[in-house]
Protein backbone atom coordinates (compact mmCIF):
# COMPACT_ATOMS: atom_id res chain seq x y z
CA UNK A 1 0.00 0.00 0.00
CA UNK A 2 1.82 2.95 -1.39
CA UNK A 3 1.15 6.27 -2.46
CA UNK A 4 1.64 6.55 -6.39
CA UNK A 5 3.23 9.81 -7.72
CA UNK A 6 3.53 9.78 -11.99
CA UNK A 7 5.51 12.47 -13.51
CA UNK A 8 5.22 14.47 -16.47
CA UNK A 9 7.49 16.66 -18.23
CA UNK A 10 7.27 18.96 -21.42
CA UNK A 11 9.70 21.64 -22.97
CA UNK A 12 7.66 23.88 -24.91
CA UNK A 13 8.66 27.34 -26.68
CA UNK A 14 9.15 29.76 -24.00
CA UNK A 15 7.04 32.70 -26.74
CA UNK A 16 4.44 31.14 -27.01
CA UNK A 17 3.48 30.93 -23.07
CA UNK A 18 4.78 34.51 -22.66
CA UNK A 19 1.16 35.52 -21.33
CA UNK A 20 -1.75 34.55 -19.50
CA UNK A 21 -4.19 33.93 -21.94
CA UNK A 22 -1.93 31.35 -23.99
CA UNK A 23 -0.75 29.73 -20.67
CA UNK A 24 -4.57 28.84 -20.45
CA UNK A 25 -4.84 27.31 -23.39
CA UNK A 26 -2.37 25.25 -22.54
CA UNK A 27 -4.31 24.17 -19.39
CA UNK A 28 -6.63 23.46 -21.70
CA UNK A 29 -5.36 20.66 -24.01
CA UNK A 30 -3.70 19.39 -21.05
CA UNK A 31 -7.34 19.07 -18.87
CA UNK A 32 -8.75 17.50 -22.36
CA UNK A 33 -6.21 14.93 -22.17
CA UNK A 34 -6.78 13.77 -18.20
CA UNK A 35 -10.25 14.08 -18.91
CA UNK A 36 -9.54 11.31 -21.47
CA UNK A 37 -8.26 8.74 -18.37
CA UNK A 38 -10.20 10.63 -15.45
CA UNK A 39 -13.63 11.04 -16.90
CA UNK A 40 -14.74 12.72 -13.35
CA UNK A 41 -11.97 14.95 -12.80
CA UNK A 42 -12.76 18.90 -11.83
CA UNK A 43 -10.78 22.02 -11.45
CA UNK A 44 -10.74 22.70 -7.66
CA UNK A 45 -8.04 25.63 -8.26
CA UNK A 46 -6.20 28.06 -10.27
CA UNK A 47 -3.84 30.84 -9.86
CA UNK A 48 -1.78 32.96 -11.71
CA UNK A 49 2.00 33.04 -10.68
CA UNK A 50 4.71 35.54 -11.38
CA UNK A 51 6.46 32.69 -13.56
CA UNK A 52 3.38 31.39 -14.86
CA UNK A 53 -0.01 29.25 -13.73
CA UNK A 54 -0.98 26.10 -11.37
CA UNK A 55 -3.94 24.15 -11.08
CA UNK A 56 -5.08 21.57 -9.33
CA UNK A 57 -7.31 18.87 -10.67
CA UNK A 58 -9.47 15.91 -8.66
CA UNK A 59 -11.17 12.76 -9.36
CA UNK A 60 -13.66 11.71 -6.72
CA UNK A 61 -11.62 13.60 -4.17
CA UNK A 62 -8.92 10.99 -3.77
CA UNK A 63 -6.81 11.11 -7.05
CA UNK A 64 -4.78 14.55 -7.03
CA UNK A 65 -3.65 15.97 -10.34
CA UNK A 66 -1.46 19.16 -10.20
CA UNK A 67 -0.60 21.13 -13.50
CA UNK A 68 2.31 23.82 -13.39
CA UNK A 69 3.24 26.07 -16.54
CA UNK A 70 6.12 28.01 -16.53
CA UNK A 71 6.69 31.27 -18.43
CA UNK A 72 10.62 30.04 -18.83
CA UNK A 73 9.40 26.89 -21.61
CA UNK A 74 8.25 24.21 -19.00
CA UNK A 75 4.53 22.18 -18.22
CA UNK A 76 5.13 20.01 -15.78
CA UNK A 77 1.97 17.57 -14.37
CA UNK A 78 1.93 15.05 -11.51
CA UNK A 79 -0.80 12.94 -10.73
CA UNK A 80 -0.92 11.22 -7.37
CA UNK A 81 -3.39 8.32 -5.83
CA UNK A 82 -2.87 5.75 -3.16
CA UNK A 83 -3.27 2.28 -4.12
CA UNK A 84 -4.36 -0.16 -1.87
CA UNK A 85 -2.51 -3.77 -1.92
CA UNK A 86 -3.76 -6.09 -4.50
CA UNK A 87 -5.66 -3.46 -6.63
CA UNK A 88 -4.55 -2.38 -10.07
CA UNK A 89 -2.86 0.93 -10.69
CA UNK A 90 -4.96 3.67 -11.99
CA UNK A 91 -2.00 3.92 -15.19
CA UNK A 92 -0.69 1.47 -17.07
CA UNK A 93 3.07 2.27 -18.87
CA UNK A 94 0.78 2.20 -22.03
CA UNK A 95 -1.39 4.58 -20.42
CA UNK A 96 1.03 7.01 -19.47
CA UNK A 97 3.07 6.68 -22.85
CA UNK A 98 -0.49 7.33 -24.97
CA UNK A 99 -0.68 10.42 -22.49
CA UNK A 100 2.85 11.79 -22.95
CA UNK A 101 2.54 11.15 -26.53
CA UNK A 102 -0.89 13.13 -27.10
CA UNK A 103 0.50 15.48 -25.19
CA UNK A 104 3.55 16.01 -26.45
CA UNK A 105 2.33 16.21 -30.02
CA UNK A 106 -0.78 18.67 -28.78
CA UNK A 107 1.77 20.85 -26.79
CA UNK A 108 3.95 21.34 -29.58
CA UNK A 109 6.91 19.83 -27.16
CA UNK A 110 10.38 19.13 -28.74
CA UNK A 111 10.83 16.98 -25.65
CA UNK A 112 9.00 15.39 -23.31
CA UNK A 113 9.13 12.82 -20.37
CA UNK A 114 7.58 10.64 -18.04
CA UNK A 115 8.51 8.75 -14.85
CA UNK A 116 6.74 5.65 -14.59
CA UNK A 117 5.18 5.83 -10.50
CA UNK A 118 7.14 6.82 -7.55
CA UNK A 119 5.78 4.18 -4.44
CA UNK A 120 5.98 6.54 -1.62
CA UNK A 121 4.86 5.81 2.15
CA UNK A 122 5.23 1.44 1.63
CA UNK A 123 6.23 -0.43 4.64
CA UNK A 124 9.10 -2.09 2.74
CA UNK A 125 11.37 1.21 1.51
CA UNK A 126 12.84 0.19 -2.46
CA UNK A 127 14.86 3.18 -2.74
CA UNK A 128 18.02 3.77 -2.01
CA UNK A 129 20.84 6.33 -2.94
CA UNK A 130 23.89 5.69 -5.17
CA UNK A 131 27.25 7.02 -3.69
CA UNK A 132 27.16 10.54 -5.30
CA UNK A 133 23.02 10.36 -4.18
CA UNK A 134 21.01 9.69 -7.08
CA UNK A 135 17.95 7.99 -6.60
CA UNK A 136 18.23 3.45 -7.17
CA UNK A 137 14.55 2.03 -7.01
CA UNK A 138 15.00 -1.52 -6.53
CA UNK A 139 13.09 -4.65 -7.00
CA UNK A 140 12.49 -6.05 -3.20
CA UNK A 141 9.67 -7.65 -2.01
CA UNK A 142 10.19 -8.88 1.44
CA UNK A 143 11.29 -7.65 4.37
CA UNK A 144 13.69 -10.64 5.81
CA UNK A 145 14.82 -9.18 8.93
CA UNK A 146 14.04 -5.96 10.71
CA UNK A 147 15.94 -5.19 13.99
CA UNK A 148 17.76 -2.02 15.39
CA UNK A 149 21.00 -2.68 17.16
CA UNK A 150 22.41 -0.14 20.53
CA UNK A 151 24.68 0.68 17.38
CA UNK A 152 22.64 1.19 13.53
CA UNK A 153 19.30 -0.08 11.81
CA UNK A 154 19.54 -3.86 10.77
CA UNK A 155 17.37 -4.85 7.54
CA UNK A 156 17.71 -7.56 5.39
CA UNK A 157 15.38 -6.84 2.70
CA UNK A 158 15.18 -9.49 -0.75
CA UNK A 159 15.85 -8.55 -4.35
CA UNK A 160 14.24 -10.50 -6.81
CA UNK A 161 17.39 -10.60 -9.27
CA UNK A 162 20.33 -9.32 -6.09
CA UNK A 163 19.05 -11.84 -3.54
CA UNK A 164 19.15 -11.41 -0.40
CA UNK A 165 20.35 -7.63 0.87
CA UNK A 166 21.94 -5.91 4.15
CA UNK A 167 20.90 -3.03 4.37
CA UNK A 168 22.79 -0.78 7.41
CA UNK A 169 20.75 2.26 8.59
CA UNK A 170 19.56 2.99 5.13
CA UNK A 171 22.66 1.88 2.97
CA UNK A 172 23.09 -0.98 1.00
CA UNK A 173 26.02 -2.71 2.33
CA UNK A 174 26.25 -6.16 0.44
CA UNK A 175 23.68 -8.83 -1.77
CA UNK A 176 23.84 -12.38 -2.32
CA UNK A 177 24.81 -11.07 -5.77
CA UNK A 178 28.32 -9.23 -4.86
CA UNK A 179 31.14 -11.58 -4.76
CA UNK A 180 32.96 -9.17 -6.83
CA UNK A 181 32.89 -6.42 -4.03
CA UNK A 182 34.87 -8.80 -1.66
CA UNK A 183 37.38 -10.64 -4.48
CA UNK A 184 38.39 -6.70 -5.57
CA UNK A 185 38.83 -5.73 -1.97
CA UNK A 186 40.94 -8.69 -1.34
CA UNK A 187 42.69 -8.47 -4.96
CA UNK A 188 42.18 -12.22 -5.17
CA UNK A 189 44.57 -13.70 -7.68
CA UNK A 190 47.22 -10.87 -6.89
CA UNK A 191 47.69 -10.92 -3.03
CA UNK A 192 49.03 -14.07 -1.68
CA UNK A 193 47.36 -14.71 1.79
CA UNK A 194 48.76 -18.21 2.29
CA UNK A 195 50.30 -18.64 5.76
CA UNK A 196 49.91 -14.87 6.57
CA UNK A 197 48.36 -13.04 9.58
CA UNK A 198 45.30 -10.71 8.68
CA UNK A 199 43.14 -8.61 11.03
CA UNK A 200 39.84 -7.21 9.71
CA UNK A 201 38.36 -4.14 11.18
CA UNK A 202 34.72 -4.51 10.81
CA UNK A 203 33.42 -7.16 8.45
CA UNK A 204 30.60 -8.13 9.84
CA UNK A 205 28.79 -9.55 7.28
CA UNK A 206 31.50 -12.36 7.05
CA UNK A 207 31.96 -12.95 3.55
CA UNK A 208 35.33 -11.44 3.80
CA UNK A 209 36.37 -13.76 6.52
CA UNK A 210 34.40 -16.41 4.18
CA UNK A 211 36.61 -15.83 1.06
CA UNK A 212 40.34 -15.19 2.84
CA UNK A 213 40.07 -18.35 4.51
CA UNK A 214 39.49 -20.21 1.08
CA UNK A 215 43.27 -18.69 1.19
CA UNK A 216 44.63 -20.72 3.90
CA UNK A 217 46.27 -17.76 5.70
CA UNK A 218 47.68 -18.64 8.88
CA UNK A 219 45.34 -16.98 10.95
CA UNK A 220 42.38 -13.95 10.72
CA UNK A 221 41.09 -12.04 13.54
CA UNK A 222 37.73 -10.11 12.95
CA UNK A 223 36.71 -6.98 14.81
CA UNK A 224 33.63 -6.55 14.62
CA UNK A 225 31.54 -4.17 17.16
CA UNK A 226 27.85 -5.10 16.15
CA UNK A 227 26.87 -8.75 16.96
CA UNK A 228 23.42 -8.60 15.75
CA UNK A 229 24.80 -8.03 12.28
CA UNK A 230 26.79 -11.35 12.65
CA UNK A 231 23.80 -13.03 13.61
CA UNK A 232 21.28 -11.81 11.01
CA UNK A 233 24.04 -12.07 8.20
CA UNK A 234 24.62 -16.22 9.44
CA UNK A 235 21.20 -16.81 9.14
CA UNK A 236 20.18 -14.83 6.20
CA UNK A 237 23.30 -14.20 4.23
CA UNK A 238 25.13 -17.65 5.01
CA UNK A 239 25.49 -17.90 0.86
CA UNK A 240 28.33 -15.13 1.08
CA UNK A 241 29.76 -15.67 4.84
CA UNK A 242 29.10 -19.55 5.06
CA UNK A 243 29.11 -21.19 8.27
CA UNK A 244 32.14 -18.88 9.45
CA UNK A 245 29.54 -16.89 11.92
CA UNK A 246 28.04 -20.12 13.38
CA UNK A 247 31.22 -19.26 16.24
CA UNK A 248 33.28 -17.03 17.36
CA UNK A 249 36.59 -18.89 16.61
CA UNK A 250 37.77 -21.72 14.17
CA UNK A 251 41.28 -23.47 13.51
CA UNK A 252 42.56 -20.13 12.33
CA UNK A 253 40.75 -17.49 12.72
CA UNK A 254 38.96 -15.72 15.63
CA UNK A 255 36.22 -13.32 16.20
CA UNK A 256 36.17 -10.44 18.52
CA UNK A 257 33.18 -8.65 19.46
CA UNK A 258 34.06 -5.09 20.11
CA UNK A 259 35.47 -1.66 19.15
CA UNK A 260 38.22 -2.39 16.70
CA UNK A 261 39.99 1.29 17.60
CA UNK A 262 40.42 -0.17 21.30
CA UNK A 263 41.82 -3.90 19.85
CA UNK A 264 44.05 -2.10 17.71
CA UNK A 265 45.32 -0.05 20.63
CA UNK A 266 46.19 -3.52 22.64
CA UNK A 267 47.93 -4.63 19.63
CA UNK A 268 50.53 -1.93 19.39
CA UNK A 269 51.14 -1.76 22.98
CA UNK A 270 51.37 -5.58 22.71
CA UNK A 271 54.03 -4.67 19.31
CA UNK A 272 51.53 -7.00 17.62
CA UNK A 273 52.04 -7.38 13.99
CA UNK A 274 49.67 -8.66 10.55
CA UNK A 275 50.87 -9.02 7.16
CA UNK A 276 47.27 -7.53 6.16
CA UNK A 277 44.77 -5.06 7.58
CA UNK A 278 41.11 -4.82 5.92
CA UNK A 279 39.48 -1.98 7.26
CA UNK A 280 35.60 -3.28 6.03
CA UNK A 281 34.36 -0.30 7.61
CA UNK A 282 32.40 2.86 6.78
CA UNK A 283 32.68 4.47 3.24
CA UNK A 284 34.52 7.67 2.67
CA UNK A 285 32.10 10.78 3.76
CA UNK A 286 30.55 12.71 0.86
CA UNK A 287 31.53 15.60 1.91
CA UNK A 288 33.96 19.24 0.73
CA UNK A 289 36.36 18.90 3.24
CA UNK A 290 37.94 16.01 5.32
CA UNK A 291 36.33 17.45 9.21
CA UNK A 292 33.46 16.02 11.21
CA UNK A 293 33.57 12.83 13.30
CA UNK A 294 33.57 10.09 10.34
CA UNK A 295 37.06 11.41 8.88
CA UNK A 296 38.37 11.72 12.18
CA UNK A 297 37.19 8.33 12.75
CA UNK A 298 39.23 7.75 9.10
CA UNK A 299 42.12 9.16 10.45
CA UNK A 300 42.62 7.25 13.41
CA UNK A 301 41.79 3.68 11.28
CA UNK A 302 44.58 4.80 9.20
CA UNK A 303 47.08 5.60 11.70
CA UNK A 304 46.56 2.35 13.78
CA UNK A 305 46.78 0.08 10.86
CA UNK A 306 50.27 0.91 10.15
CA UNK A 307 51.15 0.73 13.39
CA UNK A 308 49.68 -3.03 13.39
CA UNK A 309 51.10 -3.75 10.09
CA UNK A 310 54.88 -5.25 9.55
CA UNK A 311 57.38 -3.06 7.22
CA UNK A 312 56.14 -5.04 4.21
CA UNK A 313 52.43 -5.20 4.97
CA UNK A 314 49.56 -3.78 3.43
CA UNK A 315 46.26 -2.20 4.37
CA UNK A 316 43.32 -2.71 1.79
CA UNK A 317 39.72 -0.99 2.14
CA UNK A 318 36.84 0.25 -0.14
CA UNK A 319 36.30 4.11 -0.53
CA UNK A 320 33.47 4.94 -2.29
CA UNK A 321 31.89 5.38 -5.55
CA UNK A 322 34.16 5.90 -8.31
CA UNK A 323 31.52 9.25 -9.31
CA UNK A 324 32.63 10.80 -5.90
CA UNK A 325 35.43 12.32 -7.41
CA UNK A 326 35.69 14.74 -4.88
CA UNK A 327 35.80 12.34 -1.88
CA UNK A 328 38.11 10.24 -3.01
CA UNK A 329 40.98 12.73 -3.70
CA UNK A 330 40.24 14.40 -0.07
CA UNK A 331 40.46 10.88 1.12
CA UNK A 332 43.73 10.12 -1.41
CA UNK A 333 45.07 13.52 0.67
CA UNK A 334 44.83 12.05 3.90
CA UNK A 335 46.65 8.71 2.37
CA UNK A 336 49.71 11.34 1.49
CA UNK A 337 49.89 13.51 4.82
CA UNK A 338 50.36 10.11 6.67
CA UNK A 339 54.19 9.26 8.07
CA UNK A 340 55.92 7.58 7.81
CA UNK A 341 54.97 7.96 4.04
CA UNK A 342 53.32 5.29 1.97
CA UNK A 343 52.28 5.02 -1.12
CA UNK A 344 48.98 3.44 -2.86
CA UNK A 345 47.06 1.90 -6.05
CA UNK A 346 43.90 1.40 -6.70
CA UNK A 347 40.69 -0.96 -7.99
CA UNK A 348 37.33 -0.96 -9.30
CA UNK A 349 34.51 -2.95 -10.02
CA UNK A 350 30.63 -2.52 -10.72
CA UNK A 351 29.25 -3.87 -7.80
CA UNK A 352 25.72 -5.04 -8.88
CA UNK A 353 24.01 -4.42 -5.38
CA UNK A 354 25.14 -0.58 -5.70
CA UNK A 355 24.64 -0.78 -9.37
CA UNK A 356 27.45 1.62 -9.81
CA UNK A 357 31.44 1.62 -10.28
CA UNK A 358 33.00 1.32 -6.42
CA UNK A 359 36.77 2.09 -5.93
CA UNK A 360 39.05 0.11 -3.73
CA UNK A 361 42.73 0.90 -2.49
CA UNK A 362 45.64 -0.67 -1.82
CA UNK A 363 47.80 1.01 0.67
CA UNK A 364 51.46 0.42 2.01
CA UNK A 365 54.47 1.94 3.04
CA UNK A 366 56.68 3.61 0.10
Not at 69 to 98: A, H
Not at 171 to 196: F, H, P, V, W
Amino acid sequence: MTAQTILFDFTVDAEKISDCKQRQEIAKVVRGEVENIFPQVELVYQMTMEDGYFCVLTENKETIITLRIFRQGLVTMNIEYYLEEGKQPLMSFDTMRTMELILRQKLHSDRSKYLPPIKRGGYIDIYMNSSDERIIEYDIDAMVFEERSPFQKIQILHSKTLGNMLVLDELQNIAESDLIYTETLMCRGTENYEDKEICILGGGDGALLYELLKENPKYVVMLEIDELVMQACNKYLNTICGGVLEKRNGKNYDIIVGDCVQYMKKYISEHRKFDYVFGDLTDIPISGTPVGEIWDFIRTILESSFKILKSDGKFLTHGNGTACTESLELFEDQLRTLRPKVKFTTSKAFVPSFMEEWQFYQVSLA
